[in-house]
């Protein structure tokens, strides 16, 4: 089937760190994105991973572990800015290639 | 302009009309989506063109009726809507690979009366 998790609601304080967690049952998989979404704004493209391991952008790192259908998204010295919607999407060749998407994860950061 | 462009951004449309929404990619990108994109819902996938071909129609019902002219542009065009139609509607594109991640468009919020 094609069933992706992660967390409706988070919060978390200027400064820390949070891990949002995304878990996945999808055939075909060839990889798994992270997109951030600003209110009334379009998802924008963060990360992506096919490999297992941990991939580092700045204050952002993603990590994917393909035997247990998991990937997290790792957001560090949290700023006000990055409260946001956070969406996982994994890539499928079930047909063509298309990309499925969780109901993403809110995001609040608090001064 | 760069990027992924969508009009209207805002559309109020009642359930007897017949709307267009227009979305244009300035990338080079070959494959071209439409997504919905409802509260608490995630992310559906309606409509996939690669090459101006369409590959993938997930279930839509046909008053929605999608068209792809060139690989630049896409259209969605709709009629006889119902409120539940209400949502917002991205336009995205990609080189069409496995690995190229979603250009966004900024979305078309669109009210079904």
């Known amino acids: 089937g094609q069933n992706i998790d992660q967390p409706t609601e988070m919060t978390a304080t200027e400064g820390a760190i949070v891990q949002i967690n995304c878990t996945y049952q999808t055939s075909g998989f060839n990889g798994l994105f992270w997109y951030q979404q600003h209110a009334g704004e379009a998802p924008t493209f963060l990360s992506y991973n096919v490999l297992d391991g941990l991939e580092e952008k700045g204050r952002f790192s993603s990590f994917l572990s393909r035997s247990k259908g998991y990937s997290y998204l790792l957001l560090k010295e949290l700023q006000m800015k990055d409260s946001a919607s956070y969406l996982c999407?994994?890539?499928?060749?079930?047909?063509?290639?298309?990309?499925?998407f969780g109901t993403g994860t809110r995001l609040k950061v608090l001064a | 302009e760069t990027g992924v462009t969508q009009t209207p951004r805002h559309l109020v449309m009642g359930m007897t009309n017949k709307k267009s929404l227009k979305c244009e990619q300035h990338?080079?990108?070959?494959?071209m989506y439409w997504y919905k994109q409802s509260a608490k819902k995630p992310l559906e996938l309606m409509f996939v063109?690669?090459?101006?071909?369409?590959?993938e129609n997930n279930s839509v019902p046909s008053r929605f009726s999608p068209e792809c002219p060139n690989s630049s542009h896409l259209f969605l065009h709709l009629h006889t809507l119902q409120p539940e139609d209400s949502a917002l509607y991205l336009c995205?594109?990609?080189?069409?690979?496995?690995?190229?991640?979603?250009?966004f468009g900024n979305g078309t919020r669109l009210t079904v009366t």
């Open positions: 990338l080079g990108h070959n494959a």
């Open positions: 995205a594109s990609s080189r069409g690979r496995y690995n190229s991640p979603l250009h």
């Open positions: 999407a994994d890539s499928t060749t079930s047909g063509t290639y298309k990309y499925i």
């Open positions: 063109y690669s090459l101006e071909e369409r590959v």
